[in-house]
């Protein structure tokens, strides 16, 4: 699921994911929670609303650290991943384990790009070395790199291509429509959009970001609310050797 955008991508995910996993018969659901609360950033209670309404793992990004008092959650949950290559001693983990009702281990590592970002340690050196880790367990492994360039994220994929299951972007919260399975066996998208308000410039008040660039002075940034939509990308894996064998869009109206 593309990044969970406040309240109304809160509420949304309750009403049209527990459906949706039903329909699709989905084993496992990842979505990225770092702007779940208020539009930026997660709490703990939040997590766990996300988690008891059908979500298995929450990434994030760049926004994790907004409320403090998701810190001491990141180190005591394995359901909540933060960027792999943040310093080891930040909170939390980069990437975890975890199991679908039918007891198939799937590997899910997370990552922050570097291009029009802040200065962070090397994605792509960390993603193999968390793949490597993770595939003594699991050949099912799945990538969720929060990034700013495309470019970056498209690198990341073939990079990643045959390494593991599925590349799939976020942060933009624009999904795009380059949707596929790369020639050793990865699917990719640049990004899977956003689960949120899409009346809006990716999830806030348009009248308040428009200002913003007609007159170049601050202005406060509020959630928007009407448009609701949650975007995303199903994606079909071989559980024996990990390559894909479908990757899909998906964009749910309330």
């Avoid at 609303?49 to 926004?63: F, M």
């Avoid at 880790?133 to 045959?162: C, N, Q």
């Avoid at 689960?195 to 660039?213: A, C, H």
Wanted: glycine share 12%; with cysteine; net charge negative.
């Amino acid at each position: 699921m593309g990044d969970i955008v406040g309240q109304p991508g809160r509420d949304i995910t309750e009403k049209v994911l527990p459906g949706l996993r039903r329909k699709e018969k989905i084993d496992l659901v990842i979505a990225n929670g770092e702007n779940a609360a208020g539009g930026s950033g997660l709490t703990p209670r939040i997590a766990d609303e996300l988690l008891g309404n059908g979500v298995d793992v929450l990434t994030s990004g760049d926004h994790i650290w907004k409320r403090r008092e998701i810190y001491d959650y990141l180190d005591t949950t394995e359901h909540l991943v933060r960027p792999a290559n943040y310093p080891e001693n930040s909170p939390g983990r980069g990437s975890t384990l975890v199991e679908t009702g039918d007891g198939i281990k799937i590997g899910v590592i997370n990552l922050i790009g570097r291009v029009f970002m802040e200065a962070v340690d090397c994605p792509f050196t960390i993603a193999v070395k968390e793949a490597d880790r993770l595939r003594k367990a699991t050949p099912v492994i799945f990538v969720d790199i929060h990034a700013e360039a495309t470019s970056e994220k498209v690198a990341m994929g073939w990079y990643l291509d045959g390494v593991v299951s599925a590349v799939i972007g976020t942060h933009t919260h624009i999904q795009t429509a380059d949707e596929k399975i790369l020639p050793k066996g990865t699917a990719y998208i640049t990004d899977c959009g956003m689960t949120g308000p899409y009346d809006s410039v990716i999830g806030r008040k348009k009248e308040q970001v428009l200002t913003r660039f007609l007159t170049q002075l601050p202005t406060r940034f509020e959630m928007a609310s009407e448009g609701v939509e949650m975007h995303g990308v199903i994606v079909e894996v071989d559980e024996k050797t990990g390559k894909a064998q479908g990757i899909s869009r998906i964009q749910k109206k309330l």
